[in-house]
């Protein structure tokens, strides 16, 4: 019947290759004046460096490779040494525990001996203040600058005056840079930049709606790793042609009969953050119970509608405060049940993430508001991004069996 066990995509071969080249370019621009590597939130101004021609590294995204190789089960407890707590992003510790010890997963995966060493490190307090506390730790151990945005949060809407406050703000970054920077900001540069950053999370936007195809040709667990060029390597060119290939290569999968889970039955949203050290088993978990997780916040994250060349300042302004992350309560419950219908899933699962409060959702009453007020069967699962004793996969899967079970009852 054409069933697959699972979704392999030829991209994959094209996504390792890609990040191959940027980790090597990475290493390659170490400690060259001509093109100075800049550390960068992943929802921070990458536009504005890339045009500035710093090579960009994002903590996050090591963060993320340390969870999904587990060690930051060995590198956290570094950092907790260091007055960092446990109970806090395990991102943070993971990553400052990792460089405490000297270690990374880049050797690994790309034969890097280190995290490729920064010249200046850019936040934005749009996804959490942590971002600050964590790249504040680096710039007093490595004695390199520090810029920052600061965002507002918990915003029913985002209105012109906080626009034109982080535009000013992005303004005051590019002339703080610009001593530090190989080249001078032009407006072009800038606003190829923008179009290609835009252009990038209209093809990431592509790839992920093909997702509300029955059966969808992949689900979340996929969305998990693809999303890699989309975070790291917004503004160039690269990106927009990965995107390119991937949404073709989705769309010639959508045939029925051939989806990714083999025989698809459920379809459901995750709110929240991957555990990045159970991507596997959880995926092997889903498909083995028929369940498809569609659609997610968390990919969603990286798409920006509202970049736009034409106007960049402001544009990118308007992008970086809209995301998910920095909005109201009652503006996540409605993005959530929206998006999940959009993607035609009938059960909505939250992970609390121990060590993350701000990308976890179920803490304020919304599973039981969009139970009750949306008749969905809503599921909470605790666990962590990266720390493993957040985590229980047995205790996960019964409740898994039961939320499945609620949905069978809904669906007959
Ligand atoms: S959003 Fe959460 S996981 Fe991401 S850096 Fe902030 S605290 Fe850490």
């Not at 949060?153 to 703000?169: A, K, N």
């Not at 989309?230 to 051939?258: F, H, K, M, N, W």
Request: a neutral charge; hydrophobic letters at 40%.
């Amino acid at each position: 019947m054409g069933e697959r066990a699972g979704v392999v995509l030829k991209s994959n071969g094209r996504l390792k290759a890609l990040m191959a080249a940027y980790f090597a370019d990475l290493a390659e621009a170490e400690g060259r004046n001509d093109r100075p590597v800049a550390w960068c939130t992943s929802v921070g101004p990458a536009e504005l460096l890339r045009a500035m021609g710093f090579a960009v590294f994002f903590p996050e995204n090591h963060g993320a490779m340390l969870g999904a190789t587990r060690m930051a089960a060995q590198t956290m407890p570094q950092a907790h040494a260091l007055g960092y707590s446990p109970d806090i992003c395990s991102y943070l510790t993971s990553d400052i525990g990792a460089f405490a010890s000297g270690v990374t997963p880049l050797t690994n995966a790309f034969g890097m001996a280190h995290v490729p060493r920064p010249s200046v490190l850019v936040y934005n307090t749009n996804q959490c203040r942590e971002v600050k506390d964590w790249f504040s730790w680096y710039g007093r151990t490595l004695d390199v600058p520090v810029l920052g945005i600061q965002s507002p949060g918990e915003m029913d809407e985002v209105l012109p005056e906080m626009i034109r406050d982080v535009s000013m703000q992005l303004q005051r970054i590019a002339r703080d840079l610009a001593p530090l920077a190989p080249r001078s900001l032009t407006t072009t540069a800038l606003e190829a930049t923008m179009a290609l950053s835009s252009d990038a999370s209209a093809g990431w936007s592509r790839c992920l709606k093909t997702a509300a195809r029955r059966p969808t040709p992949w689900t979340f667990f996929d969305h998990t790793i693809h999303m890699a060029p989309i975070v790291v390597l917004r503004g160039t060119q690269e990106a927009v042609e990965y995107y390119r290939g991937l949404s073709a290569e989705l769309e010639s999968l959508s045939s029925p009969g051939g989806g990714a889970v083999p025989r698809e039955r459920f379809r459901i949203y995750w709110d929240g953050m991957p555990i990045w050290g159970q991507l596997r088993r959880m995926s092997e978990l889903f498909s083995a119970s028929r369940a498809a997780v569609v659609a997610s916040t968390y990919c969603n994250s990286w798409v920006f509608p509202a970049l736009d060349a034409r106007d960049p300042w402001e544009s990118m302004a308007r992008a970086y405060l809209s995301i998910f992350i920095c909005r109201s309560e009652a503006f996540k419950q409605d993005y959530i049940v929206r998006t999940a219908r959009e993607f035609g899933a009938r059960g909505i699962l939250f992970h609390d993430a121990k060590t993350c409060p701000h990308n976890t959702n179920s803490r304020f009453g919304m599973p039981r508001r969009i139970r009750e007020a949306e008749c969905l069967p809503v599921l909470v699962i605790e666990g962590d991004l990266n720390d493993p004793r957040c985590f229980s996969y047995e205790e996960s899967r019964v409740r898994l069996e039961v939320f499945l079970e609620q949905m069978e009852e809904g669906q007959t």
